[in-house]
């Protein structure tokens, strides 16, 4: 049984121990290794991933052939490509293991199951997609208002736990910038 997913349901809901059992019979662990990919573009994405622990990125990749992270997931949050899951449509994106992972995944068809025998859990999904959402609304405030200098420190000094175990050439991926900007950036905070 997964104590952090319980724990995780407990800060937007109430469950009791013994309707946890059943919720968690839902969903299967997964290990994933460092670099592997989890889902890849052109597949039916089909799988919800809770990160129990590690980290996973999603990016997709532009027509001039350069990965773009759009997200990082770290213990306790969710990650799928929402789109593709909901609507039964090809992805256009990649989720890959930036470190070892363990997962907790759960299909369409069994949440669907899991939110008829458990409403509640309703409520936990639509507090966990709106803090998401709100998220991404600053996150493109924060491409849009910054200069690219602000928005490599702010991140850093923000989100220390992804500055500190995400290699920088996926935050400057994250975040449009080049990894050589990025160097350039901290060089120059350092002298």
């Known amino acids: 049984m997964s104590e952090q997913l319980y724990t995780h349901l407990n800060k937007y809901i109430s469950v ?6 059943k919720i968690n019979s839902y969903f299967k662990p997964k290990r994933v290794l460092k670099k592997e990919i989890v889902l890849e573009a052109g597949e039916f994405c089909q799988h919800l991933y809770f990160v129990e622990k590690g980290c996973l990125q999603q990016y997709f990749i532009t027509d001039k052939g350069t990965e773009r992270t759009v997200q990082f997931a770290i213990e306790n949050w969710w990650m799928t490509d929402f789109l593709s899951y909901q609507n039964k449509t090809r992805t256009d994106f990649y989720i890959q293991a930036v470190e070892n992972t363990r997962l907790l995944v759960i299909d369409r068809q069994d949440q669907e199951q ?8 309703e409520r ?4 966990v997609y709106q803090i998401a959402y709100g998220s991404s609304l600053m996150k493109m405030k924060y491409l849009f208002n ?12 923000h989100f220390p736990e992804f500055a500190q175990r995400v290699p920088q050439y996926l935050i400057a991926s994250f975040l449009g910038l080049t990894p050589e900007y990025v160097s350039e950036i901290r060089a120059k905070k350092r002298s």
């Open 16 to 21: 009791e121990a013994h309707d946890f059992k």
């Open 114 to 121: 899991l939110l008829q025998e458990f409403p509640i859990l």
């Open 124 to 127: 936990y999904f639509r507090m």
């Open 146 to 157: 910054f200069s690219k200098e602000e928005l490599y420190f702010h991140f850093t000094e």
